[in-house]
């Protein structure tokens, strides 16, 4: 890490280290992290202020800049996703945005998948192009699409796997070696599976990026992201943000990197309630289809089983009568959350044709898997019997 290796606890395993890399204690000998609620630090004289500045020794001066509570939890979450570095965001948009906007200039070009965020696709086609910067989407399935949507110009390539919220999965190993071949850039959304179920850095990947505010945090608090990777990319991408400021206060991130103390358990449950929803979802005569990456009938069911540890907390499904009927039954739930989140404790419901998705056209929703009657749920940690009947009861209610 360039500026503040805390260096004080890289273990083997996962799990020892979303609990133990913390921030060297201070004079006070807490036991636990505190919130450094500060916007700048003190500086020893004036020859230590020059020499901060001018990048000769390390050191806080500023938390747009740095904070320990940032600096605990990029180091974290590099760690976590096997990457060289990281930078801390305001949001999981100001991360995905800057990733991006850091590393291309007027006249490059982006290739990414089809099947994206809604916000993500404003970025390419209303904002980039302000910039002069271009793009082209490709389908997962199509291996031609991606070939002939590589232009001279072409920088980098944009995708997220599995994707929000049709679940669509891309082989990371092929990706990865397609963007070596044409020295092309490869950024990965990781926010569905965190870095406990999927790592796309170490299938080649040459940056991550996270909306902090999903699984990491995974309590429905907080807004938050971060974009982890290469040195030399991360390197361009601090220098934007610090110049531009869309910095993650102390806050947010003392807030998230408590919560990936427990994010290998959570994950663990979440996935395990997500795959007995599903299962039970397949069954029921009232459902015309259902999603989940661990389910054998996801046409990607092999490709998900070999580069995740597990299915993941989303779970997509279509009840049959469409729109009319899934207004009905998001209507007739009684205590799932009705929200615009996921990766909560709480299990949430969400028609993302009518809301995250609402920018995209017809055409272009149904193009990426998202039936007008499509509904997404992050299942969340309540027991699994009271998550059934609850929509059990919603199916019958909606009739
Ligand atoms: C896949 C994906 N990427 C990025 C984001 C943006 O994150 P944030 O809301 O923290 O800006 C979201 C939010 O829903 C998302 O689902």
């Not at 990457?83 to 100001?94: C, H, L, N, R, Y």
């Amino acid at each position: 890490m360039d500026l503040f290796h805390l260096g004080n606890a890289m273990f083997e395993n996962f799990e020892t280290n979303a609990v133990r890399i913390q921030t060297p204690k201070t004079a006070q000998n807490e036991h636990s992290t505190p919130l450094f609620m500060t916007s700048s630090f003190l500086f020893d004289d004036a020859e230590h202020a020059r020499a901060i500045f001018a990048e000769e020794v390390q050191g806080n001066m500023y938390s747009r800049f740095s904070n320990p509570n940032t600096t605990e939890l990029i180091e974290k979450l590099a760690e976590m996703e096997k990457t060289e570095d990281g930078v801390p965001f305001a949001s999981g948009m100001a991360a995905v945005f800057n990733s991006m906007f850091a590393l291309v200039k007027s006249g490059d070009h982006i290739l990414a998948s089809r099947s994206i965020f809604g916000s993500t696709h404003s970025i390419f086609t209303q904002i980039f192009p302000r910039f002069n910067i271009g793009h082209t989407y490709a389908d997962i399935g199509n291996q031609k699409e991606w070939e002939d949507g590589v232009n001279p110009n072409t920088k980098l390539v944009f995708i997220e796997t599995p994707s929000n919220p049709a679940l669509d999965i891309i082989d990371l190993n092929w990706i990865s070696n397609f963007c070596k071949e044409r020295k092309l850039i490869l950024i990965v959304d990781n926010c569905f599976c965190t870095p406990y179920i999927q790592r796309p850095a170490e299938w080649g990947a040459d940056l991550v990026v996270h909306s902090g505010t999903k699984f990491l945090d995974g309590q429905g608090r907080v807004i938050a992201g971060a974009v982890l990777g290469r040195k030399d990319l991360i390197k361009e991408i601090r220098f934007i943000a610090r110049a531009t400021g869309p910095s993650l206060s102390p806050m947010n991130a003392w807030i998230i990197s408590k919560s990936l103390e427990t994010l290998s358990i959570r994950m663990e449950r979440h996935s395990q309630n997500a795959l007995k929803l599903a299962e039970y979802l397949e069954k029921h005569p009232q459902i015309e289809l259902v999603k989940y990456p661990f389910l054998p009938s996801h046409p990607q069911y092999t490709l998900a089983k070999k580069q995740m540890k597990l299915g993941g907390g989303i779970v997509t499904f279509v009840v049959k009568g469409g729109l009319k009927r899934g207004a009905k039954f998001l209507d007739a739930l009684k205590w799932f959350s009705l929200t615009a989140n996921l990766g909560d404790s709480r299990t949430t419901a969400t028609h993302p044709a009518s809301t995250t998705h609402a920018k995209l056209t017809e055409d272009e929703r149904l193009a990426v898997g998202i039936k007008p009657g499509l509904i997404r749920i992050s299942v969340g940690l309540e027991h699994i019997d009271d998550i059934i009947t609850e929509i059990e009861q919603a199916l019958e209610a909606s009739k």
